[in-house]
């Protein structure tokens, strides 16, 4: 994998609401997704996985507003990044899809039920390659559908018609379409059983290493990430509060919070662990703890974690990892 960025996100800041109403829902995100990697977001929920995969594709809708930072896209082969913030509706609307898709939480119940696969999949490629025939749009549908691992007949099929698995592996196949750069998955598979969540999963890595695109993949449930991911973020209240390769979190995750995680979902592979959760709830948004987000909920707080906030930084010198809790500072 190349260190490559091609997404790189500074200071983000988004609120919800404005003035005495206003809250904050992300404060001061600093993330990069490299070339080729599968990048996984994990966090309870409330924490901004979606608000940041809703931000950083312009789909925030009212009353979240981006208040601060910058989001760039580095196109392959150099160039003047691209300033996602500042993009037109109508540049917005050509880059969607093209250089990046998204498939959001329960999008195999998107699809549309009195239409068919072929009629699903050849609608992106009519809107954006008008100069396609409709015998390429529909042997292009049936190479989609079998990158995805479902057989070319079933294009005919309508939604009702297919599984669970096989409707979310449609979603997959129409965000792969015209070939994107980078795909954002937001808890595709959260509805899925959990063999199949593998399987899906498995299919989108292959994917990955065939067609080099980039995956920023989020979830609740860090064992997914664990398996699938090469580098793990995870946010709590809003924040980002550690982030490394996803071997060094499971063996050896530095914030407490990070450590709670993986104590609260079994592990499919490896050794045993035993479950123990984190105590309490996540923050209230208008509510947010002083100091670290985490204290109330946090076995090791000490004297600073309640009146401090901790930088997310390498823990020791020249690491390739961040997190922020003092008892690392
Ligand atoms: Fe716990 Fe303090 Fe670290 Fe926060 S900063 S995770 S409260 S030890």
């Known amino acids: 994998m190349t260190a490559e960025p091609i997404l790189t996100i500074s200071g983000l800041n988004v609120d919800y609401g404005t003035g005495a109403n206003g809250v904050r829902a992300l404060r001061d995100i600093d993330l990069t997704l490299h070339r080729g990697e ?40 150099g160039g003047e990044p691209v300033d996602i913030l500042s993009l037109t509706p109508d540049e917005l ?6 250089e990046l898709s998204i498939v959001f939480q329960g999008a195999m119940n998107s699809l549309n039920p009195v239409h068919t696969v072929h009629s699903q999949l050849t609608d992106v490629l009519t809107a954006h390659r008008p100069g396609m025939r409709a015998a390429e749009r529909t042997a292009r549908a049936e190479e989609l559908l079998t990158l995805v691992g479902i057989s070319a007949d079933r294009l005919a099929a309508y939604p009702h018609q297919l599984s669970g698995g096989m409707r979310q592996r449609v979603m997959i196949a129409m ?51 664990i398996e699938f991911s090469d580098r793990i973020a995870i946010m709590y209240g809003g924040r980002i509060v550690e982030q490394a390769g996803a071997a060094e979190i499971y063996r050896d995750p530095r914030h407490p919070y990070s450590d709670g995680l993986l104590h609260s979902f079994p592990a499919l592979h490896g050794p045993r662990r035993e479950l123990t959760g984190i105590p309490g709830s996540p923050p209230h948004l208008s509510a947010m703890p002083t100091g ?32 922020a809790c003092w008892l690392h500072h």
């Open 38 to 77: 599968v990048l996984g977001l994990a966090g309870e929920s409330g924490s901004g996985k979606s608000t940041l995969a809703y931000a950083v594709t312009r789909l925030l809708s009212p009353p979240g507003v981006i208040t601060g930072g910058d989001v760039h896209y580095h196109r392959p082969g």
């Open 93 to 98: 609307r050509a880059f969607r899809w093209q």
């Open 175 to 225: 965000a792969l379409a015209l070939e994107p750069e980078i795909v954002i998955m937001d808890e595709p598979t959260t509805a899925l059983d959990v063999v199949m969540q593998r399987q899906i999963l498995r299919k989108l890595v292959e994917l990955r290493e065939r067609l080099s695109f980039s995956v920023v993949f989020i979830t609740h449930d860090i064992s997914l990430l």
């Open 292 to 323: 670290c987000a985490f204290h109330p909920r946090c076995g090791k707080a000490f004297e600073p974690c309640a009146e401090r906030v901790p930088a997310l930084a390498p823990p020791d010198a020249g690491q390739d990892r961040e997190v």
